[in-house]
């Protein structure tokens, strides 16, 4: 068998199964409980400073 042919029947039919359950996963990891939180802070970041600007922040190591 050659390989060309080998890997296509592996990409046709093992690979598609794992990348539908990776994608599955990956649905279900963003949904778990408690993931919410984490996700809203994040949403969040742009609008954090929307009043003024962010303090500066300063460097506390000298050279």
Request: charged content about 25%.
């Amino acid at each position: 068998m050659e390989t060309y042919t080998l890997l296509r029947q592996f990409a046709d039919s093992w690979m598609l199964l794992a990348l539908f359950a990776f994608f599955i996963g990956m649905i279900v990891w963003v949904m778990r409980p408690g993931a919410t939180k984490v996700y809203r802070d994040i949403a969040e970041i742009p609008f954090r400073h929307e009043d003024k600007p962010a303090p500066p922040v300063r460097d506390t190591q000298e050279i």
